[in-house]
């Protein structure tokens, strides 16, 4: 996710990046694609990493199977309708603009992530002292699966 400290500028021209979600927001469409379409989330899985391989037939089964689920098939469905109808005009009229990120944050961003663009990332300096931003090479939008280790490593960094 980017920070909240968005400003309508240029870096609206990435925002088609995010187009995945609009299948997933709309009611009963995004609830059916979970529930019933297990290869598009496969899909999304595979097309959103950098690292060949990284998913196995399993892993994408297992992600996949768990959203079937109906009520997390409901809850993803809401989580990205409520985002996209709800939370992200606001946040691009500057609905955080008055406040600051007082807690030191490291935001980590695959260097490769085809949702997130680098321009998305700018911006936040004058509303918080201690935040970070990383780049990680060799990386998309998955960081968990792709770089395992090094999230771990720059979480316990950060908790020290």
Request: aromatic share 10%.
């Amino acid at each position: 996710m980017i920070h909240p400290f968005q400003h309508v500028d240029s870096r609206l021209l990435q925002y088609w990046r995010g187009i995945y979600q609009l299948p997933l927001a709309t009611p009963l469409i995004g609830e059916h694609l979970l529930r019933y379409h297990p290869k598009i989330i496969e899909k999304i899985l595979q097309s959103c990493s950098v690292t060949p391989n990284i998913w196995t037939k399993k892993d994408l089964s297992l992600y996949s199977r768990v959203l079937q689920n109906p009520q997390r098939a409901r809850a993803s469905y809401l989580l990205y309708n409520t985002f996209l109808t709800q939370e992200l005009i606001p946040i691009l009229h500057g609905r955080y603009h008055k406040q600051r990120l007082l807690v030191k944050t490291r935001l980590l961003v695959g260097k490769n992530d085809p949702v997130i663009h680098k321009t998305q990332l700018n911006g936040f300096e004058k509303y918080t002292k201690d935040m970070h931003v990383e780049l990680l090479a060799q990386c998309g939008h998955f960081i968990p699966e792709e770089k395992p280790e090094l999230l771990a490593q720059r979480i316990t960094k950060l908790f020290q």
